[in-house]
């Protein structure tokens, strides 16, 4: 027996004095409210109501327990408000910066689909972890090292003019002794500034004989951009963003780069309930190869034209 719904058509049909009102009341049929009165009795072993009477009049056994009962449908009430709150509570999830405008509003979008809905925060790598940690978001997609990952992102090295090649070899770049002019850089931008990315690069340009000064890190991707964007330099990228920067792109050949994403929560948090509803959409907002659109086009662009 659904003793709430059965208070709920007893306490409404006390309330009107008729079955027909009361079932209104409770938005229910005149039908339902009578067979979950007459159950509601059967449970108890005793009448709520006369039915000898045109309308519904309390039995002394109802007027007894009409103000548990009503006590009984309010808490129902309180907690189904308290649910459909709480599922719309907002998932203040904190976000990287080179997720574009569309893909973050793509993002939230499909979150509502879902019945989340996100309050995102922008932030680099080691804010992202800072504001986690103090609890200032719900849950934060950091920067991990591959193995770690649940999304994996590859990186290349993208720049304004097509290199004519399939790979781009970091000892291409390297500056012979009798050279004059700038040396060609490679752009490290700050969501790529962290241990499992910067230092194999760096080892990388130690051991091809690079400058140390061909190995820069950037101070946000504005500015790595505009400076590969009007000279030689490259820029260390995924291929969603190169593009969205109309560069080219192309993997490294010396090595395999890419940025790993997992999902962390707060202490109020859980990472696997919104992992589990918007895996797909994370994927493509950060733009994994394999979630399609942005990241499969690119890739599938800029090798096509290598090849």
Not at 140 to 159: C, F, I, K, N
Not at 233 to 241: E, K, T, V, Y
Request: charged share 20%; proline share 6%; glycine share 8%.
């Amino acid at each position: 027996m659904d003793l709430v719904g059965a208070c709920r058509a007893f306490v409404n049909v006390s309330k009107h004095g008729s079955f027909t009102d009361g079932a209104a009341a409770a938005r229910m049929s005149q039908p339902v409210a009578s067979r979950r009165v007459a159950a509601l009795e059967e449970h108890f072993g005793e009448q709520l109501f006369e039915r000898t009477s045109r309308r519904a009049v309390l039995t002394p056994f109802g007027r007894d327990m009409l103000p548990v009962a009503r006590q009984l449908v309010q808490a129902a009430d309180v907690l189904l408000n308290e649910a459909e709150a709480a599922k719309r509570k907002p998932w203040r999830l904190a976000v990287p910066g080179i997720c574009s405008t569309v893909g973050l509003a793509r993002l939230v979008a499909d979150a509502r689909g879902h019945g989340v809905t996100l309050d995102l925060r922008v932030a680099p790598p080691a804010q992202r972890m800072e504001l986690l940690h103090a609890q200032q978001v719900r849950a934060a997609l950091l920067a991990v090292p591959p193995d770690e990952a649940t999304w994996s992102v590859p990186l290349g090295l993208a720049g304004a003019q097509d290199p004519g090649v399939q790979r781009v070899y970091l000892e291409t770049l390297r500056m012979g002794r009798a050279a004059t002019g700038l040396a060609r850089r490679v752009w490290i931008q700050p969501e790529d500034d962290v241990p499992h990315i910067r230092d194999p690069l760096t080892r990388l340009r130690d051991a091809v004989g690079l400058r140390p000064a061909q190995v820069v890190a950037g101070a946000d991707l504005t500015t790595a951009a505009a400076e590969v964007l009007c000279t030689r330099d490259l820029l260390l990228c995924s291929p969603a963003q190169a593009e969205e920067l109309a560069l080219n792109w192309r993997p490294l050949g010396e090595t395999t780069l890419s940025r790993g994403f997992a999902l962390a929560a707060a202490a109020d948090g859980n990472p696997q309930h919104l992992e589990a509803r918007l895996g797909d959409a994370l994927a493509r907002c950060l733009g994994c190869p394999d979630a399609g659109t942005q990241a499969g086009t690119a890739q599938g662009t800029t090798e096509g034209t290598a090849a």
